[in-house]
Every structure is written in structure tokens, then in C-alpha cells.
């Protein structure tokens, strides 16, 4: 019996634990935005959340995911800066891609959410350009293992937003 109550004990305050975390933790304080764990998905769709600011900033610089599964990533733009003075968007890099010459060109295609068509084919996933306040949720599967960079193509943002995704 005694073990019993220990158990119950121990439940409660697991559950206690994680109601406090989830008041206290906003959607931008994500210590697991990259959640590599897809347990109870059936379709074991790995989900990651990134955020980007009006400090020119993304939450994070690494991102790990599994190779094979189903990705949906949300960028969430958390600032209110309008998107034509801070937008954001989040592109994925083949490897070997040039991403200094990517971003140059790709500030210059606005029309094309920056992506520069001459990048295009370099290109494994993005989402559209968000302002202040909006949000976007994209699908892709690394199929192949490795360092994948990320960037903000958006003018002037990659040399204070990119990352490395790996793939494993
Ligand atoms: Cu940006």
C-alpha cells in the first residue's frame, strides 16, 4: 500500500511539474523546439518550432533532427515589426550551397518570398516570409544525413540568422 501511495505521490506531482512548466514557459522560451523523439506519433512527424524577432534574431542556431522522418517546422515571427521592415522567412540549405551568394540574390527576389531563382534548386524546404505576430508551418524529410544550413534570406538578416540543421 505504501508503494502504491508513492506512486500516486509521484504522479501528482509530475503532473503539478508540468502544468507550472507550461505557465510559465511562453511558446518562445522552447527549450524543446526540436523535439527528435516521435513516440507517440504514429506518423512519427518530428516537430520543431523556430522563432525569429524583431532583434534580428532566431531562437536557436542548431536544430537536430532524424533522417527519414517527417518534419513540420513552424517559424513563429514573435515580434510586431511589419514584415516588410523585419520579415523573416526560414530556408534550408542543400549542403555545399553557397549562402553568403544565396542571401545576396535572394535579397533581391522579394517576389519569390527571397528565394533567388537561381537558388532555387538548392533549396530542401522554406517557408514564407512572416511579419510581426504570424506564423507558418512547413513539411519536408531530410533524406540523406548530414550538416544542413539554415538561414532568413530576408535583405541583410542572414549574417545574424542562420544555423546548422543536422541530420542523423
Ligand atoms: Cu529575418
Given at each position: 500500500?505504501?508503494?502504491l ?12 511539474f508540468?502544468s ?17 523523439e516521435?513516440?507517440?506519433d ?8 523556430i522563432?525569429?524577432?524583431d532583434?534580428m ?8 533532427v ?8 513552424t ?7 511589419d514584415?516588410a521592415?523585419?520579415g523573416h ?6 549542403p ?9 540574390e ?7 518570398d ?8 538548392n533549396?530542401v524546404?522554406?517557408t514564407?516570409?512572416?511579419?510581426g ?16 544550413d539554415?538561414l532568413?534570406?530576408?535583405?541583410a538578416h542572414?549574417a545574424?540568422?542562420?544555423?546548422k540543421?543536422?541530420?542523423?
Open positions: 500500500m505504501k508503494g501511495n508513492t506512486v500516486f505521490a509521484l504522479a501528482i506531482t509530475a503532473v503539478m508540468v507550472c512548466g507550461d505557465k510559465k514557459q511562453d511558446a518562445k522560451v522552447t527549450p524543446e523546439g526540436a523535439q527528435t516521435a513516440t507517440t504514429k506518423k512519427e512527424t518530428v516537430r520543431v518550432l522563432t525569429g524577432d532583434q534574431k532566431f531562437n536557436k542556431t542548431e536544430i537536430k532524424p533522417v527519414g522522418k517527417t518534419i513540420k517546422l517559424l513563429k515571427h514573435v515580434g510586431k515589426m514584415k521592415v523585419m522567412n526560414w530556408v534550408l540549405l542543400k555545399g550551397t553557397d549562402l553568403t551568394a544565396f542571401a545576396t535572394g535579397a533581391q527576389s522579394p517576389d519569390t527571397y528565394i533567388p531563382a537561381s537558388g532555387k534548386d533549396v524546404a522554406h514564407k516570409t512572416l511579419g505576430g504570424e506564423s507558418d508551418t512547413i513539411e519536408f524529410t531530410i533524406t540523406e544525413a548530414g550538416t544542413y539554415f532568413c534570406s530576408f535583405p542572414f545574424m540568422m542562420q544555423g540543421l543536422i541530420a542523423e
